[in-house]
């Protein structure tokens, strides 16, 4: 008996259960807060050192493109934060059913988000 195979597969067309879509943003979050670190000691150096570097780091942090930058970072730490005890959760057998499962990441979602949006409404 052979199978028809896909001869290949549109990856628009796919659509990822919501604990995968968590998984992936987790991963990506954590790449992208590990490769802005050098960014984010960069600032804080510039917020530090003196006075006038204090006044390069508001003048370079009141752009809105950089206001914008530090928003993703910001959820991108939330985001890696939330989904991170939930994933500590699951090591320790709570929510591993798959009910239980999306609850949790559509929590991670909405907490993440929820956190983004207010503290980034009390640092614009």
Same mark, same amino acid.
């Given at each position: ?32 807060? #590990?490769? #802005? ?22 003048? #370079?942090? &009141? ?31 709570? &929510?591993? &059913? ?27």
């Amino acid at each position: 008996m052979t199978k028809q195979r896909p001869k290949h597969l549109d990856l628009l067309k796919i659509t990822q259960p919501i604990p995968a879509i968590v998984s992936i943003m987790h991963r990506i979050s954590g790449a992208l807060l #590990f490769l #802005f670190i050098p960014f984010l000691l960069y600032l804080l150096q510039l917020s530090l050192v003196s006075s006038e570097s204090f006044a390069k780091f508001k003048a #370079f942090t &009141g752009n809105p493109l950089t206001k914008l930058l530090l928003l993703v970072l910001l959820w991108a730490y939330l985001h890696h934060f939330c989904a991170g005890i939930r994933y500590l959760a699951i090591d320790l057998e709570y &929510g591993v &059913g798959l009910e239980s499962a999306r609850t949790s990441s559509k929590v991670v979602l909405a907490v993440s988000l929820t956190l983004t949006v207010i503290l980034g409404a009390m640092l614009w």
